[in-house]
């Protein structure tokens, strides 16, 4: 059973057309993640959500946004895409931030791939 | 700036054999490590971790070790299997719950 579910799987928008990728779960977790992953780079964290406090990494850009309106569902919104926008961008989740016990980790969804032209 | 770095882009080893898979770190607070497997067109899956206060933890066929002192951290899977075959990422933990990957390491495991 999909656990962290990624829609579309591939999208492709023009140039500075706004676009919006979604992500859903399952596992009912407090924490959600959106990563940027361009090709043979390592994940890039963006932003996350605890339950619904908002924490934007430093170096994302004003042009991605995000929503959490409810604890399954996540938005990641790109307001005006460029064309070094175009990557894999993968959701995560995990039950919580602070443990750091053995075992808490994150559930990536399947990723959606954006094509900007 | 890349704080987890994994050098080997790529590694090839023989069904049977010991595969070991290298990452370097340079934030001196992470305090939890991790490391994932992913396939193709899927989203990277949680293998094995270990915490900052350990050196070494084992959970099958799968063994992390953590050298704090010289920041390095290495995957150790033995005996390798043909369904191995995947790209690695290590993955560390800073304070805010912010994760830090490096760029992978694509294993091939030759039967």
């Known amino acids: 059973d999909a656990m962290v579910i990624q829609n579309p799987r591939y999208q492709v928008t023009q140039f500075g057309k706004p676009v919006t990728l979604s992500c859903s779960q399952t596992l009912n977790h407090n924490v959600m993640y959106w990563y940027q992953q361009k090709s043979s780079q390592a994940p890039k964290l963006l932003f996350h959500y605890y339950d619904k406090d908002f924490n934007n990494e430093a170096d994302t850009p004003d042009n991605f946004q995000s929503r959490r309106p409810n604890t399954s569902f996540c938005f990641l919104d790109i307001r005006s895409p460029g064309l070094g926008d175009a990557a894999m961008y993968l959701c995560a989740t995990s039950r919580d931030t602070l443990a750091g016990a053995l075992g808490d980790t994150q559930y990536f969804g399947p990723g959606t791939r954006l094509t900007v032209l | 700036d890349q704080q987890v770095k994994q050098n080997s882009p790529s590694l090839s080893v023989q069904e049977g054999r010991i595969s070991i898979l290298n990452c370097d770190y340079t934030?001196?607070?992470?305090?939890?490590f991790l490391w994932y497997k992913k396939y193709p067109a899927e989203g990277p899956t949680f293998l094995i971790s270990i915490s900052s206060i350990k050196d070494k933890n084992e959970d099958g066929r799968f063994t992390v070790f953590l050298n704090k002192s010289a920041k390095h951290l290495s995957l150790h899977i033995v005996p390798s299997q043909p369904g191995d075959s995947a790209v690695y990422f290590c993955?560390?933990?800073?304070?805010?719950?912010?994760?830090?990957f490096g760029t992978g390491t694509s294993l091939t495991v030759i039967p």
């Open positions: 993955a560390a933990r800073a304070t805010g719950n912010q994760f830090y």
């Open positions: 934030n001196s607070m992470f305090d939890y």
